[in-house]
């Protein structure tokens, strides 16, 4: 038995799977344009953030400055991060998941892409977290990243 969501007093029938195999994806979204970028790995590391920090940086190109909101796991504060020239990090207080953006995007993904399904081996789960990233249009990324009080000003 899974936990899924149902009308009071009934007891549908959903999969689980019960061995476990992880997909890590980081992601970057512009919540004024609905821009991104996204890498899926198999760990989360100081490594794979620096790959991650330069694919931003290459994106938006050398002219544009950024400003990175992101919690402080580990390998977002370790002290062998490179961070790209263009790239000003904004950590957020801890154990504030609440502040951070992205955190409402991996809430969606999960409920509408990911949840409730059997994948059959490693690349099945690689190949859906592909197909999810690849679902979001820059307006669904804008309306589920918005925030009240992350503005630009004019």
């Known amino acids: 038995m899974t936990h899924v969501w149902a009308p009071r007093g009934s007891r549908p029938r959903a999969v689980k799977q019960t061995e476990y195999d992880w997909i890590y994806l980081y992601g970057a979204v512009n919540p004024r344009s609905g821009d991104s970028v996204a890498l899926l790995a198999p760990t989360v590391n ?7 920090l330069r694919m931003i940086s290459e994106h938006v190109g050398p002219e544009v400055q950024l400003v990175l909101v992101l919690d402080q796991a580990g390998w977002h504060v370790s002290k062998g991060l490179k961070v790209p020239e263009n790239i000003t990090l904004l ?17 969606w993904l999960k409920s509408h892409q990911l949840s409730n399904r059997v994948y059959a081996d490693y690349d099945d789960l690689l190949q859906s977290g592909t197909n999810a990233w690849n679902t979001l249009t820059p307006d669904r ?10 503005k630009r000003e004019e």
């Open 141 to 150: 990324l804008k309306t589920i990243c918005r925030t009240s009080w992350l």
């Open 46 to 52: 100081t490594f794979v953030m620096n790959q991650h």
């Open 91 to 107: 950590p957020l207080p801890p154990y504030s998941p609440e502040l951070n953006p992205i955190e409402r995007l991996w809430s």
